[in-house]
T-cell receptor, first 111, second 113 residues
Framework: KNEVEQSPQNLTAQEGEFITINCSYS?????LHWLQQHPGGGIVSLFM???GKKKHGRLIATINIQEKHSSLHITASHPRDSAVYIC?????????????FGKGTKLSVKP | ETGVTQTPRHLVMGMTNKKSLKCEQH?????MYWYKQSAKKPLELMFV???????ENNSVPSRFSPECPNSSHLFLHLHTLQPEDSALYLC????????????FGPGTRLTVL
């Protein structure tokens, strides 16, 4: 079973700050997912990446397959970025759709 | 809107009730999932269906019974639940079981009294 660890658990930032959230996993994977969950509970998939870096607007995700580590960066953070950010990796031995989720990083961006 | 809808959005039930959660996806996907999110715990996969066939059952108690009548609909039938089953139940779908983005519904907030 893959173990997925995220840090930090909670993060408070001032508007405009550069944010980094980290994720590490124990078993080699083909792709890692980053998700965003807003206070109402709805989850949105942000990235699925298997190597290198992906960028979408102010969000950047990177992954280092050899080190089994991924980071999610938010540039010029804004209060609307406040949410829980979750990384997920395929469960070793399960299908690719069988994901193991981290506990999430709760981000609060103050104006 | 992700293209995945869930009803009801909120449900309160007693331990002896029988209820069902419904999920519908409008994306033409072939794989559907049920997840449970309890307070202060990570998302947990419950069931995976591919082309209406159950392919994963993550040691879920039999008081939870999934049903996938077609590739667009997924149900979770609930009976004789316990208060510790109170949680957010999320449905998701993906194109297939490969390395795919999953699209989540808004969830059903379940409270068991």
């Amino acid at each position: 079973k893959n173990e997925v660890e995220q840090s930090p658990q909670n993060l408070t930032a001032q508007e405009g700050e550069f944010i980094t959230i980290n994720c590490s996993y124990s078993v080699g994977i083909s792709a890692l997912h980053w998700l965003q969950q807003h206070p109402g509970g709805g989850i949105v998939s942000l990235f699925m990446l298997s190597s290198g870096k992906k960028k979408h607007g102010r969000l950047i995700a990177t992954i280092n397959i050899q080190e089994k580590h991924s980071s999610l960066h938010i540039t010029a953070s804004h209060p609307r970025d406040s949410a829980v950010y979750i990384c997920a990796a395929p469960n070793y031995g399960g299908s690719q759709g069988n994901l193991i989720f981290g506990k999430g990083t709760k981000l609060s961006v103050k104006p | 809107e992700t293209g995945v809808t869930q009803t009801p959005r909120h449900l309160v039930m007693g331990m002896t009730n029988k209820k069902s959660l419904k999920c519908e996806q409008h994306l033409g996907h072939n794989a559907m999932y049920w997840y449970k999110q309890s307070a202060k715990k990570p998302l947990e996969l419950m069931f995976v269906y591919s082309l209406e066939e159950r392919v994963e059952n993550n040691s879920v108690p039999s008081r939870f019974s999934p049903e996938c009548p077609n590739s667009s609909h997924l149900f979770l039938h609930l009976h004789t639940l316990q208060p510790e089953d109170s949680a957010l139940y999320l449905c998701a779908s993906s194109q297939d079981l490969g390395v795919r983005t999953q699209y989540f519904g808004p969830g059903t907030r379940l409270t068991v009294l």
